[in-house]
């Protein structure tokens, strides 16, 4: 059974700082393309950031320069290190697992941010 226990959400002022954690079990974690994803109110899910097999990332124009998606294949952890946040971030957000055959989903995280 694949598990995704996300953690590290909460209220900040803009300007700081949050860092994401997605802890994954019941999947051979070195083999998925690990993502964020986060959906504000009445907004679509839209891609935050992604990690693949080999380390290569990918980020939203919107958060480039200030998100940092990371990983570590020993702890079967991928996280989000967030700064310079902004109220425009603010919304709920999903850890995600990808190996081509199977997509899981973490149950999501709220951020709000204060401006």
């Known amino acids: 059974q694949v598990q995704l226990v996300e953690s590290g959400g909460g209220l900040v002022q803009a300007g700081g700082s949050l860092r994401h954690s997605c802890a994954a079990s019941g999947i051979i974690f070195r083999m998925n393309t690990m993502g964020w994803y986060r959906q504000a109110p009445g907004k679509q899910r839209e891609l935050v950031a992604k990690?693949?097999?080999?380390?290569?990332?990918n980020y939203a124009d919107s958060v480039k320069g200030r998100f940092t998606i990371s990983r570590d294949n020993a702890k079967n952890t991928v996280y989000l290190q967030m700064n310079s946040l902004k109220p425009e971030d603010t919304a709920v957000y999903y850890c995600n697992a990808d190996n081509w055959t199977v997509s899981s989903w973490g149950q999501g995280t709220q951020v709000t941010v204060s401006s």
């Open positions: 990690i693949t097999r080999a380390g290569r990332t």
